[in-house]
């Protein structure tokens, strides 16, 4: 069974708006969420990451939000950027020296 | 600078062909990892190594195995390449200390044919 679902495998937004990318986990053993950005062709590179004692996280244009009672983690981008069109991985990590667990990735559109 | 280096960018091997896909880091991290990378199944585990000499199997370790002799270098092998192990294939490093995130590499898409 996945513990890490993106449910939307695809999101476009008009350059300028708003762009949230949601996350559902089952796990509630995770203590840590991470997000990674992905380009074609090339490996993923770490963007945000959230402790679960905390419900917010900001840096610049990214803000991660965790909702520990509905299991759910979204990534606001705000203002978008055609620079950010990629694809984003959600990411656990639980207590103890355990591999990250990634979604399926959702594909970001940014449309000037 | 924090670097993780992947031996190839594209490959292109035969059917039953064995393969040697290399990895190495050089910011002394402890743990390192093999993932695939396929359309619409995110990324899986294939295996990873918390020290040197030790290896663990991920969600998809058949037909892959892997060797840790140096602690800044992991190798994946599949040891008899199939048209399914045509993917893209990223390694990884991280710390041993809790909650830090893993590096990448920029990845080696391989295709068997």
């Known amino acids: 069974d996945q513990q890490v679902k993106q449910n939307s495998p695809s999101l476009s937004v008009q350059e300028g708006r708003i762009s949230i990318l949601n996350c559902d986990y089952t796990?509630?053993?995770?203590?840590?969420f991470l997000w990674y950005k992905k380009y074609p062709a090339e490996g993923p590179t770490f963007l945000i990451s959230?402790?679960?004692?905390?419900d917010k996280n900001e840096d610049g244009r990214f803000t991660v939000f965790l909702n520990k009672s509905a299991k759910h983690l979204s990534l606001h981008i705000v203002p978008s950027q055609p620079g950010d069109s990629a694809v984003y991985f959600c990411?656990?990590?639980?207590?103890?020296?355990?591999?990250?667990?990634f979604g399926k990735g959702t594909r970001l559109s940014v449309i000037a | 600078d924090v670097k993780v280096t992947q031996s190839s960018r594209y490959l292109v091997k035969r059917t039953g062909e064995k393969v040697f896909l290399e990895c190495v880091q050089d910011?002394?991290?402890?743990?390192m990892f093999w993932y695939r990378q396929d359309p619409g199944l995110g990324l899986r585990l294939i295996y990873f190594?918390?020290?040197?000499?030790?290896?663990e199997k991920g969600d998809i370790p058949e037909g892959y195995s892997v060797s840790r002799e140096k602690k800044e270098r992991f190798s994946l092998i599949l040891e008899s390449a199939s048209t399914n192990q045509t993917s893209m294939y990223l390694c990884?490093?991280?710390?041993?200390?809790?909650?830090?995130?893993?590096?990448f590499g920029q990845g080696t898409r391989l295709t068997v044919v």
């Open positions: 796990n509630s053993m995770f203590d840590y």
């Open positions: 990884a490093s991280s710390l041993t200390s809790h909650n830090t995130e893993a590096f």
């Open positions: 990411a656990e990590l639980n207590s103890g020296n355990t591999p990250l667990v």
């Open positions: 910011m002394d991290h402890e743990n």
């Open positions: 190594s918390y020290d040197v000499k030790m290896k």
């Open positions: 959230i402790s679960s004692i905390k």
